[in-house]
DNA sequence: TATTGTTATACTCTATAACTATA
DNA sequence: TATAGTTATAGAGTATAACAATA
């Protein structure tokens, strides 16, 4: 027996809307974009990377991650490095500036945290994310691990 | 005092993202970006719709709404109609086929909130939705009201 | 004068394909 | 021969600005 769980999923998606949303206003302040503000993300968890290991974890071509570096490099927030054993290969890092903006991005983020569970009583959060996590693990496609690095891609 | 809320917020954007991946799966099965549904679902929810109401409904420029209007056009799932009062306005309308895939797109989600959704005992889903209300009145800017007419915008 | 929707133009993100320098 | 990253080209979505037709 299926339960009518219509309006339901409308209220999901609303809410993935609403923290979507969220996280772009907090990137604009930055004046980034979401696919920019991604390769820093990566970059600032994983140190120097390579375009094609940016590529990989992007999910995209190599040639998107080339405008991409190209765009924050013009911004001063990345910089290309040799890499010291593959001639072929580029490596990405943080700018001093580029770390910065990685900075504010994240205290931002910690403070609408609070402003946005703080109300909620331990116990009821817990299992709110605990019930969270149960859907989560079933709209994982099994292409797509979950993240082991503390770094989940940041929603599209 | 302020609990340290770090880990939540990555989890809440995973969540959002699986979310709107789970959107964007069953939109490209019918052939469909995010833009283009929204149309179609705007025009399901509302009738005939002119594309200055579409412009504001979707927070965009009256010329983006050409190109997407043009593209749907194109696809047969939508037509342009005289305004019956109102000679510099156009109505937007869904054909016969457009009708279907709005079908297909409901009938789909339908059973993916079963599939999603099925498991969860009563009170604790009532639960989760109740925690996920509350957080969402916190998310939602004061410029943009809650959807009143079930058609929350989709998740960009 | 204000509004509706268009043309013109430009920018970002995305993709495929062909090419180069290296492995 | 395969891989890393580029150039070339294209298409979708978005924006601003100028304009035509209508209100």
Tied chains: 1, 2.
Excluded: K
């Excluded at 299926?2 to 604009?28: C, I, P, Y």
């Excluded at 943080?94 to 990685?102: D, F, H, Q, W, Y």
């Amino acid at each position: 027996m299926t339960t009518n769980h219509d309006g339901t999923l409308e209220r999901l998606f609303e809410f993935a809307t609403l923290l979507t949303d969220l996280l772009d206003r907090g990137l604009e302040q930055q004046g980034l974009s979401r696919p920019r503000a991604e390769v820093l993300w990566r970059i600032h968890h994983h140190g120097p990377t390579t375009q094609r290991q940016l590529a990989d974890s992007l999910q995209c071509t190599p040639r998107n991650v080339t405008g991409l570096v190209d765009a924050l490099d013009a911004l001063g927030l990345v910089e290309r490095q040799r890499h010291p054993s593959d001639r072929r290969a580029v490596l990405v890092a943080l700018t001093p500036t580029g770390r910065r903006t990685v900075d504010n991005l994240l205290a931002a983020y910690r403070s609408r945290a609070s402003e946005l569970l703080d109300g909620i009583s331990g116990p009821q959060l817990t299992s709110f994310l605990a019930t969270l996590a149960q859907v989560a693990d079933r709209l994982r496609p099994d292409s797509r691990p979950p993240p082991v690095d503390g770094s989940p891609r940041l929603a599209r």
